[in-house]
C-alpha cells in the first residue's frame, strides 16, 4: 500500500526566502506525482504534474523534481510572497493494479506561513 | 468558465440521518473523483467515475456509495451516518480518466468542497 510523508508538517519563514518541501513516497511504481495547494477551507489547486518519465517541472517561480528510485519529490518555491502562505500536498499516482482506478494517494500536507 | 461546482457548502446531520452531496464538473469533462479529508489530513479517495461507469473505489464502507449523471454531474450518498464521517467532502473533475487505460496527465481540478458536520 502507498504511504507518502511529507516534511516538515509546518514551515514559517520571511518574505523573500527561497524554500523547499519534501515529499517521500514508499513505492516507487507510479504514474506521476502532483503537487497541489490549498487554502484554508477551500478546495486544491494543481500546481505541478510530473509524469514518471520526467525529472521535473517548472511553472514561474515553483519547480518540483521527482526521484522515482529513491522515491523523493521536492517542491522548490523561489522569492517566497505573503501569498505563498497555504497547506502544500504531494500526491502519488499509483500503476494500475487491476481492479481500477486507485486514485490519488496524498501526503498530509506542508503548512506554510510566509511572514511578510 | 465556471470551475467545479459542489452543493451544498456546508451541511449538519444527526447521526444514522443519510446525506447527498452533489457535484458539477468542468464543463467537458467526463471523469468525477470523490475524496474525504478529514481535518489535519490529506484527501482519501472514495469513487472515481468516468463516462457514468465506476471506475475505482477506495477503502470505505458500503455505506458510501456514488453515481453519475448523463450530465457528466454526480452525486456522492452517505448512508447511516457516523461521527467519523464528519470531514470536508471534495469532488474533482478532469478532461479523461484516472486509469492507466486512460491517459493519466490530466491534471484533477478541485471543487471547494461540501463540510459535513454529524452530531
Known amino acids: 500500500k502507498q504511504e507518502v510523508t511529507q516534511i516538515p508538517a509546518a514551515l514559517s519563514v520571511p518574505e523573500g526566502e527561497n524554500l523547499v518541501l519534501n515529499c517521500s513516497f514508499t513505492d516507487s511504481a507510479i504514474y506521476n506525482l502532483q503537487w497541489f495547494r490549498q487554502d484554508p477551507g477551500k478546495g486544491l489547486t494543481s500546481l505541478l504534474l510530473?509524469?514518471?518519465?520526467?525529472r521535473e517541472q517548472t511553472s514561474g517561480r515553483l519547480n518540483a523534481s521527482l526521484d522515482k528510485s529513491s522515491g523523493r519529490s521536492t517542491l522548490y518555491i523561489a522569492a517566497s510572497q505573503p501569498g505563498d502562505s497555504a497547506t502544500y500536498l504531494c500526491?502519488?499516482?499509483?500503476?494500475?493494479?487491476?481492479?481500477?482506478?486507485?486514485?490519488?494517494?496524498f501526503g498530509k500536507g506542508t503548512h506554510l506561513i510566509i511572514q511578510p | 468558465d465556471a470551475g467545479v461546482t459542489q452543493s451544498p457548502t456546508h451541511l449538519i446531520k444527526t447521526r444514522g440521518q443519510q446525506v447527498t452531496l452533489r457535484c458539477s464538473p468542468i464543463s467537458g469533462h467526463k471523469s468525477v473523483s470523490w475524496y474525504q479529508q478529514v481535518l489535519g489530513q490529506g484527501p482519501q479517495f472514495i469513487f472515481q467515475?468516468?463516462?457514468?461507469?465506476?471506475?475505482g473505489r477506495g477503502n470505505f464502507p458500503d455505506r458510501f456509495s456514488a453515481r453519475q449523471f448523463p450530465n457528466y454531474s454526480s452525486e456522492l450518498n452517505v448512508n447511516a451516518l457516523l461521527l467519523g464521517d464528519s470531514a470536508l467532502y471534495l469532488c474533482a473533475s478532469s478532461l479523461r480518466g484516472q486509469g492507466p487505460h486512460d491517459p493519466y496527465n490530466s491534471p484533477l481540478h478541485f471543487g471547494n468542497g461540501t463540510r459535513l458536520t454529524v452530531t
Open positions: 467515475y468516468y463516462e457514468k461507469e465506476e471506475r
Open positions: 500526491a502519488a499516482v499509483p500503476m494500475y493494479s487491476g481492479g481500477g482506478a486507485d486514485g490519488l494517494t
Open positions: 510530473i509524469q514518471s518519465s520526467q
